[in-house]
């Protein structure tokens, strides 16, 4: 079942350093719109990769930390429109 953009726009933006809710709603309503709510959809799954990732107590904690904030840089980047084919729109 596809998400309603309310829900794959249900997230904390306050450690975004570039969010930009009219850019986001361009690239919504823009020729890759679609592929945004892909996006969307994609850092909401590493959002519970990285939450997954954070409980693990068989790894080493500054590997974790790390390969956690990898995952939510990435989420970041791809809420923020990063990897549109045009880049930020």
């Given at each position: 079942?596809?998400?309603?953009?309310?829900?794959?726009?249900?997230?904390?933006?306050?450690?975004l350093?570039?969010?930009?809710?009219?850019?986001?709603?361009?690239?919504?309503?823009?020729?890759?719109?679609?592929?945004?709510?892909?996006h969307?959809?994609?850092?909401?799954?590493?959002?519970?990769?990285?939450?997954?990732?954070?409980?693990?107590?068989?790894?080493?904690?500054?590997?974790?930390?790390?390969?956690?904030?990898?995952?939510?840089?990435?989420?970041?980047?791809?809420?923020?429109?990063?990897?549109?084919?045009?880049?930020?729109?």
């Amino acid at each position: 079942m596809q998400q309603r953009d309310e829900e794959l726009l249900n997230f904390d933006t306050s450690t975004l350093e570039d969010w930009d809710p009219a850019r986001v709603r361009t690239a919504l309503d823009g020729k890759d719109g679609a592929l945004y709510r892909n996006h969307l959809h994609i850092a909401l799954l590493l959002d519970q990769w990285a939450t997954a990732e954070s409980r693990r107590t068989d790894t080493d904690a500054r590997y974790k930390a790390g390969y956690v904030q990898a995952l939510a840089d990435m989420a970041a980047f791809l809420r923020q429109t990063y990897y549109l084919p045009e880049g930020r729109e």
